[in-house]
């Protein structure tokens, strides 16, 4: 008996630093933020600050971070009071296979930071809907034209 609690304690001391490792990898500092944001433009990002800070100081974009909330398929980032609360958020969706998880280091200061010198999202349609009921004939308000400006209707 005490052979085997021998064992298990040295192979838990041999296994702390490797563990901390892994968590340290789930951590973001403002450089591999600012590449993985600028690389993956589709990501989540949840606030898991205290109510009283997101009231007071909100962060454009985020979604309020809930145990049982749904987490999107993609790139998830955590920003909390401490980097400790994130890594611990992290670490508890971090088995999911669909996502990809970190916390951010330094919490809404170094978000803030990363996202003013990001390049700024962009989005394109390949299409566009006109709703039912409001198509007119005749000469059209605007035109809009795929990675163009609107253009004005020229007159005849």
């Known amino acids: 008996m005490t052979r085997n609690t021998l064992l298990g304690s040295c192979l838990a001391i041999l296994m702390a630093p490797a563990l901390c490792f892994a968590a340290n990898d789930l951590l973001l500092d403002e450089n ?19 109510a009283e800070t997101q009231r007071i100081a909100p962060i454009a974009f985020s979604t309020r971070y809930q145990t049982t ?12 009071d401490t980097d400790d609360a994130a890594l611990e958020i992290a670490q508890s969706i971090h088995d999911r296979p669909d996502c990809t998880v970190f916390a951010v280091k330094g919490g809404a ?16 349609s390949d299409s566009f809907v006109i ?11 605007k035109e809009l034209k ?9 007159n005849k």
């Open 32 to 50: 591999d933020l600012a590449v993985k944001i600028e690389k993956d433009k589709d990501y989540q990002l949840l606030d898991a600050r205290s």
């Open 69 to 80: 909330m749904p987490i999107k398929k993609g790139l998830v980032l955590i920003v909390a």
């Open 109 to 124: 200061e170094a978000w803030r930071r990363v996202s003013l010198n990001a390049s700024p999202p962009s989005s394109m």
């Open 131 to 141: 709703p039912m009921n409001t198509c007119e004939q005749g000469k059209p308000l």
């Open 146 to 154: 795929r990675n163009k400006l609107w253009l004005e209707p020229k």
